[in-house]
């Protein structure tokens, strides 16, 4: 399957604010730094949280490299979300010199 995807590069400084950032990855990654603003929904726990997410919103996934996020993306695609991954990750929005917050 063929998932949207995006780089840091491609995403405007500062992001949108009608771009909601959606964090799939495990708490201990989360706490450790994640970009502000964003919702946190671990990937084990998004098909029981999916309704906590407004399908209407233009939603940038991400997760530490990409991988996770790539899968929520088809997933939730699938869903009828509009949504688009991350390409690398967190570790390519720190490398960029993109804020985090914890």
Do not use: F, Y
Not at 31 to 42: F, I
């Amino acid at each position: 399957m063929d998932v949207p995807t995006t780089t840091v590069a491609d995403l405007p400084d500062p992001l949108p604010d009608d771009l909601v950032v959606l964090d799939v990855r495990e708490p201990h990654e989360w706490d450790a730094g994640h970009v502000p603003g964003a919702v946190h929904v671990p990937l084990g726990d998004l098909p029981t949280r999916v309704g906590e997410l407004d399908p209407q919103a233009r939603t940038l996934v991400v997760c530490h490299l990409g991988g996770r996020s790539a899968r929520a993306t088809a997933w939730l695609g699938q869903q009828g979300h509009d949504v688009v991954n991350l390409a690398g990750g967190m570790d390519a929005w720190e490398a960029a010199g993109r804020p985090t917050e914890s």
